[in-house]
């Protein structure tokens, strides 16, 4: 099981808050991924990477807010998140380094 190095370009990092904890009661891990990544894709990284069974993705896009950085206006970048639901008895712990 040898991952791919486009795998880590699908994935970028775990998101670690409050709402993300209370997924992780219903089976569910919550990562940033590319904008430009589909649900397969983002569902194959996941299986290869961790060595776990996917039930579901789902995916939402968090627009860029306006704001002000010493008196310019900027825009923060679009941001994609991934709830990925794991089968039954499959667990990522995102405490440890991958």
Do not use: C, W
């Not at 991924?33 to 299986?47: G, H, L, R, Y």
């Not at 939402?60 to 991934?82: E, S, Y």
């Amino acid at each position: 099981m040898s991952a791919k190095p486009q795998h880590y370009d699908v994935i970028r990092k775990p998101v670690i808050t409050e709402k993300a904890t209370m997924a992780s009661e219903a089976n569910a891990v919550v990562f940033e991924v590319s904008v430009d990544s589909t649900k397969p894709q983002i569902k194959e990284a996941i299986e290869e990477l961790f060595g776990v069974k996917v039930k579901a993705v789902n995916t939402t896009i968090t627009k860029g807010k306006v704001k002000r950085f010493r008196g310019q206006l900027g825009k923060r970048k679009d941001v994609k998140k991934a709830y990925v639901t794991l089968e039954e008895g499959n667990t990522i712990d995102v405490t440890t380094g991958l």
